[in-house]
């Protein structure tokens, strides 16, 4: 049984997307989980998709009538923290903080 999600039904908490700016994605080309992510920033959040992919996912898979398994998944990436200038002078230098 599929469920149907309204429009305005926030998929990405921390980047505050909806369905309906998932379905727009698609109708502009997005075919997978990191097309999604492209057009929208789903899944680029603090979390990095982990509360929304599967979402994504299932509404990719609605939209496309295609099966999961034809759905390939976002590229995981490690957590990044950013860095000061300062610190990246330093490393140029052979020092360290």
Partial sequence: MEQCYDDDMLVCRCEEIT????????????????????????????CQGRTCEKLVQVILKQELGTSPEEISMSTSRPPVRPITIGTLSTLGRGGHK
């Fill in 19 to 46: 369905v309906g700016e998932i379905k727009e994605a698609i109708r502009q080309g997005a075919r997978d989980v990191t097309g999604v992510k492209r057009r929208t920033r789903a899944g680029m959040g603090l």
